[in-house]
């Protein structure tokens, strides 16, 4: 059975005697506690296993939530910390359990989605990425998953990370000696999760407005975070990767989620699409008009951004009004696409040119948006805007 993810609390500012280690009591209990009783944001819940000794280790009722905060400020007053029962309220305990129990509703939805989805796809093994985005979904959806390579069992819906260098024998180590590229199904990458909120923002903004279904183009799409966000929605959406595994991770996560939009892959080698001659592979912006074009942590290799660059710089000149979602995690490559794009635009001597702004990575993603490559935590990463 899955359990709720840890919650990491920093030891008590001043003396040291307290503190507390990674707590199983949900975070929004915390902070409503808090909230109602105006205590300092400092540590008060140590979590289930230091209150009750391991024996309760997650809320299945209010009641229990509700005690649970009396008893933690009961063991709180013991050690000498001032008497927190009096300062708690059985209404704030009362208002914290309610939230709890919300929370416990949301993560039995989220539990309930991942063992939808499949274990296996094709020769591989894989697992979900769980994810709640914000903006909410549409319909009432309340999660999404994402497949990646792994074969890996989650105790923890919140905590999927797949690092670069996998133990021999496992699925992401025959991913990566199998496949010519095989970053895109070993994880969610860092900046996908910036252009998956930003994608969903887009769509959800059009369906707010009335406006028909947007046509997103997705460019080297791996698991396919802002393609899932985007179908989420009812809009079309043609995803694009060199390899045939990713394209197949995308297509198993829509059809398992039933998600109302539509979807269409294809093979699409970058460099092949900005060469000359027979036997050329064509992107499908060069044929078709889309919204939104996104390309999310693609540019890690010098060659690749520039033909990512060359594609973007045409499908703009022939459809202005293309949104382009274009997000780095500070790759090698960068320099190289902004100096292409700006080219092939023609912007060099214009006086705006084309940047990458840093923005935050979206609290909703898992497991601190861990790079595959290092599994480092990624806080921030850049945003494409064309000044």
Not at 202 to 214: D, I, Q, S, T, V
Not at 311 to 320: Q, V, Y
Request: charged share 20%.
């Amino acid at each position: 059975a899955h359990r709720p993810s840890s919650l990491h609390l920093d030891h008590m500012a001043s003396d040291a005697a307290f503190s507390a280690p990674a707590a199983i009591f949900p975070a929004p209990l915390l902070l409503a506690t808090q909230a109602s009783t105006g205590l300092p944001r400092a540590p008060v819940l140590t979590g289930l296993e230091r209150c009750t000794g391991g024996a309760q280790p997650w809320l299945s009722s209010a009641a229990a939530a509700s005690s649970a905060v009396l008893l933690v400020a009961s063991r709180r007053n013991r050690a000498g910390r001032g008497d927190l029962r009096r300062r708690l309220p059985h209404s704030a305990a009362a208002a914290a359990a309610g939230v709890a129990v919300a929370v416990l509703d949301e993560r039995d939805d989220l539990k309930v989605l991942a063992e939808q989805m499949p274990c296996q796809v094709g020769n591989f093994r894989v697992k979900s990425v769980v994810v709640r985005p914000t903006p909410a979904l549409p319909d009432g959806r309340r999660g999404l998953c994402a497949l990646v390579v792994s074969d890996e069992e989650d105790d923890d819906l919140e905590e999927c990370r797949v690092l670069w260098f996998p133990p021999p024998g496992t699925a992401a180590q025959q991913a990566i000696s199998q496949l010519q590229d095989s970053f895109g199904v070993l994880g969610v990458w860092p900046a996908a999760w910036v252009a998956a909120e930003c994608v969903l923002k887009l769509c959800l903004e059009a369906k707010e407005e009335g406006r028909p279904p947007l046509r997103i183009l997705e460019i080297g799409c791996g698991s396919g975070l802002p393609s899932l966000c985007a179908l989420a929605t009812g809009a079309s959406v043609v995803a694009t990767d060199l390899e045939e595994l990713p394209l197949a991770l995308l297509k198993a996560a829509a059809i398992s989620q039933d998600l109302p939009g539509q979807l269409e892959t294809l093979r699409v080698d970058a460099l092949s699409a900005v060469g000359s001659g027979f036997g050329r592979a064509y992107c499908p912006s060069e044929t078709q008009q889309f919204d939104v074009i996104v390309c999310s942590d693609c540019l890690y290799k010098v060659d690749v951004a520039q033909a990512i660059g060359k594609i973007l710089a045409r499908a703009l000149s022939k459809h202005p009004g293309t949104k382009l979602v274009v997000t780095d995690a500070y790759r090698r490559g960068r320099d190289a696409f902004l100096d292409t794009l700006t080219i092939d635009l023609g912007l060099l001597h214009s006086g705006s040119l084309p940047g990458f702004e840093s923005v935050a990575v979206p609290p909703w993603a898992v497991d601190e948006a861990r790079d595959p490559f290092n599994g480092s935590a990624t806080e921030e990463v850049g945003l494409l805007r064309l000044r």
